[in-house]
C-alpha cells in the first residue's frame, strides 16, 4: 500500500508527531476523531506520524483495537507522509507479528522500547539484536532511547553497535535526560569514524529541542498539541536561521513545559487537542490522569498567554 | 460452569499452585501438556490453581491465546478445585473484561496486582477501589503484593481499608519481602479489631512458609515444582504438627531456594516440571531465560541430593 | 547568634536561594568565594539562604569542611535574612548533632529529606515523626520532598498529619514532579479545615514557579543561577502583577530550563555563577559533572540570548 | 603495622566476616563489644575480616567513630588475619583519604561499591577506574557488586576490564542476585583467555554458597552470625567434599535464610551474635529495624530447631 519512497531511512528528518489516540466519552475508538486528528496533523505541516506510541495509550488498546487505530490511520494518512508504528511488547513473537501486519498495511517502519530489567551493555545490545534478526532487514527500526519510562539505558556503545551490525536500525528516538551529550557523541561517533549516520529524533516533549538541533539531531518526535511550532522551528533550522527558530522556539516554551509533566502531560495535551478541535473528547483510558477545575483553568490561562505572546 | 462452591472466599486455605503455560519447542501454547500438567497438579493434592500469573508468562500470550489457555485448564480441572485467574493489566477496561470471560467460564475469582507508578497509600487504594467497583461484589478478588515485580507498596491500612470497604476482597497474596512483620500485622488487626479476617496465602516461591503459617498464613500460593511438599507441608500444619512440618520442608528448601531466584528461576521450574514429566518442553517465550549446560548440571545434583534425603 | 525574628516560620516567602558550596580547582573549601557568593546572593535580595542541600554537595563534604562551610556563611549572611541548613542524613544521630550545631550557630532552621527505602505513609510519617522528636519544638523543620532524588513518596496525609502533631513543621520544600496538584491539595487542605498553614516554597530549578506561586506556594527555593529574577518574580506576584511576573520569568526560562538537567545542572550553574563574578571556579567535587566545550558553548549562547532578550 | 603477607591478593580465599559493628543500649559504640566480637570471630576460624560495610552500620558513624573502630579492630585482630575495609563514599576525597588511614593502620585492602546511578559499562567502568588510579598500586581493592543495594550492575565485561587494567582491582565481592552465570562467566573468562584470575568472595548471606563454590567461588564474604559453618563448609570443599559440605551447610539454610531478610536481617544478626555472648547488646542505630516479641520468638525456635538438627 505504501509506497518504497516512505519506507524509512536514514535520512528522515523534521517532525514525527507522536499521534494521540482519541476515545470519546466513555473511552470507545472514536474512528471520526482519529481522522478529524490526522487531518489536522497533516495540516500542521508534520513531516511523519509515530502512532501507538506510550502517549498513544497502546498498552490500554486490545488487539482489535491496535489493527483498526493502525489501519484506520494509514488510510487517512494515504501514503502523503510516513508513519511509525510502535511495536514494543514484552513478547518477541508479538513483536514480530505487530511489525509484521504494520509493514503489511503500509507503515514506514517500526519503534522499539527495551523491555525493562535489562541491566547492561551487553543485555541491551542483545535484546536489540534478536528484535532486529527477527524483523529482518525489511523492516526499518526506531530505537526509542525513553530510560524514565523504560529503566533502561542505552549507552552510546550499544547504539554504535547495533548501528554497525543491523542496517535495518535508521532512527534513534533520542528520550534519556538529561541526554545532550549522548546525543553529542553519537553524532560525533558517526562524523569521525566513517559509521553510518541515522535520523535522530528527539522526545522529552521537545524541551530541548533547539539545543538538540545544534548538537546534530534531525528534528523531533514528540507530542506536543502545537506541531506547528515545531514544524516551523525545524524549518528555520534547515534554512540556517537558528536565532529566529529559537526565539520562535522560546514563545512556546511556557506551554512546552507544562505538557512536559509526566502522566498528566498527557491529559493536557489531549485537552488541548480538543480546545483546538482535533479530536471530540480529551479522554484518558483508566487508569489514567484526570484534570480538575484548577487544572483547566491554568491551561486556559497558558494558552491565552500564548496567543498574546504571538499575537 | 463452576459450582457456587468454588466461589473463592475468605476460608480459602492450603497450595493455590501456580500455573505454568507450557509451550512446545517452537513457543507455540501446548494442549496437551496443559491437561497433563493440570493432571500432575492435581494428583499432587492442590487446593486450587491461580493461572495466568506472571510465572504463567501472561503478559506473553496473545489475547487468543490467554482464552484459550483459561477455557482448557478450566474444563481439565472440571471443578474439582477453585481456579484464580490473574488479570493484572494496564487497562481498567481489558481488567474487566477479563474477569468476566473468567467468571463466566468458571473461575472462582481473579488476582490482581497493581499498575506500576502508584505511590502513595491514597493512589493505591484508589486504584484497588475503582477494581473492586468495577468488577462488583459477585467477582471475587485476591491482591497481589509483590512490590518487587510492580514497584508498588500496598500497606497495612490500605489492605485493612479494602477489606472494610469491599466484601469480593477475599484473599491477600502476601509476597512483599522482606513482610513477614506486615503479615502478621494484617492477622493481627483482624483478630482484635472485628474486622473480616480474609484469607492469606503466601509467595515469593514459599521461601518462608513454616515462618508464614506459624504468623497466620492459610497456605502459599506459588509455583515451586514439588507441589506435593507444599501440600502436605500445609496439611501437617493444619494437623498441629509443626515440627514434622518444618522438617520435611527443610529437605526441599535447598531446591526452592534455588528457584527462588528471580529470572531463571521460572526456567529452572519449567525444566524441573519437564523432567517430571509433567509438561513435554521446558520452553520460555522470548524475552526469557534460557538454561545453558552449567545450570542443567547444577538442577540435576540439586535434585539428586533432594531425591537421596528423602530416601 | 541570630536573632529571633529569624527563626524560620511558616509566614516565610520569597526566594531561599540553595546556595552552591564553592571550592577551588583543586577541589578544597574556597573561603573567600564562599563570602564574594554569599554577598552576590545578598546583593541579589534573596529572602534567605538553603545552605548544605544537595546541590552544595554537602554529602561530600568532611565533618569539619560542614562545620566550616555553615560558620562561614552564616557569619557573613551576620543575621540579615534567615539561614537553612541541610541536614538530611542516614543517622539520626548526625542530624540531631549537626541541627544543634547549626541552631547554636544562628541557623533558623533545619531542612530534611528522608532516607530511602520508606515505602508506606505509615513509614514516611514515622521517620519524620521521630525526627522532630529529636530535634524538638525548638528546631524549625523544612520537609523536602524530593521523590527524584530519594526515591521516597511523602503523601499529602502524611504532610497533613506532621503539620497537626508538629508544630517545629513549618515549612514544605514542594519539589516532587509532577506535583502541582499536591500542592493545591496542601494548600486546599489548610484552607478549609482550619489546619495550620505552612510555608511552602518549590523546587525543581522553578520550573514551573508562576503557576506554583498561583497555586498557593509563598516563593521560591532553588539555586537557579540569576537569583534576582526569582526575587523580582516573587515580588511581582506579591503586588498583584502576575503577567508582568511571568513575563518576566519566561525571558529566564530557556536558561532555567538548561539548569533543571539533573546532574549537569550543577556544573552549568557553578559555571554560570563563576562567569557572573559569583566564585571564582566552578569545580564539581568527583564523582561529579564536568563540562566539555560544547556545553560551554551552549551555556554562552544561551546566556547571550538571554542578555538580548532582557536588553 | 600490618605484615606484607597480609595485603590482600588473588589467592584470597575462605570465609571473610563482614564485620557487626556493636553499640551498647544507647547507640554509643561499644568497644568492649569489637573486642569480644572480635575475639568471637577469630575463634570461629574466620580467614579475614571486612569491616565498616552496609552491615557494619559504617555510613551511619561518625568520622571519629569510624576511626576509633577500625583501629579497635585492627589492634585486635593484631595481624593474625588480614582485614578489608569498605570505604565506599559518594566523595572520591573521601575514599582516598579513608583508604589511606585504613592502610595505614594496617589494613589488607579495601572494599568499594559504586555510587548510584552509573548507568552504562562506561559510567561503571569509569567509576572505578578513577578510584583504582586515586587510590594506586599500593592499595588492593575488592570490587563489591551489590546492585539491589546500590542500583548499579557491574557487567562481567566492565568487570574483566577492570582486571586487565588495574593490578591492584584483586577480589571481587559477588553479591548480584540472581548472578550465578556472572560468577561462571567470570570464572570461565579468566580461565579460558589468559587473564588473571582474581579471588571471588560471594555474599548475599551465603545463601547460594556450595552453588557458588562448585562454580569457582573462592568462599564467602558475609555477615551469619554462625561463621564457624561457613568456615566448616570452605573446608570441607577445599578438601573435595562436596556432598559432606552441602549437608553441613543445608542444617543452617533455614536460619540463614532468615537472615537473608533484607533490613531486619542485619537485627537478627546482631541478636544472634548477642544471644551467643559475642556482643553484649544487639542495639541497631536510627533509622533501623527493631525486633518485635514475634520476632525474638521465631529466632528462638529457628536457632532451637538448628540445635537439635546438630545434635
Known sequence: MATQSHRLTEQASGVYIIAATPFDDQGEVDLYSIDSLTDFYLEKGVTGFT?????????????AETTLVMERILKRVDARVPVVVG???????????????AMDLGAAGVMVAPVPNLKTDEQVYGYYANIAKLLGRGTPICLQDFPQATGVH?????????IDEFEQVVMLKHEDFPGMRKLS???HDSETSGRRRISILVGNGGLFLPQEILRGADGAMTGFAFPEMLVQVCQLFSEGKSEAAEDLFN?????????????????LRKETLRRRGAIRSAFVRKPGPVLDARDHEELTRLIARQEKALA
Chains 1, 2, 3, 4 share one sequence.
Open 154 to 162: 542505552t549507552s552510546v556503545s550499544v547504539i554504535n553497535r547495533l
Open 87 to 101: 511495536v514494543s511488547h514484552s513478547s518477541n513473537r508479538h513483536i514480530e507479528r505487530l511489525s509484521k501486519e
Open 185 to 187: 557523541q553519537v553524532r
Open 51 to 63: 502512532i501507538l506510541g506510550m502517549m498513544g495509550e497502546a498498552p490500554k488498546l486490545s488487539e
Open 251 to 267: 514563545i512556546y516554551l511556557p506551554l512546552l513545559r507544562h505538557e512536559f509533566q509526566y502522566g498528566i502531560g498527557l491529559a
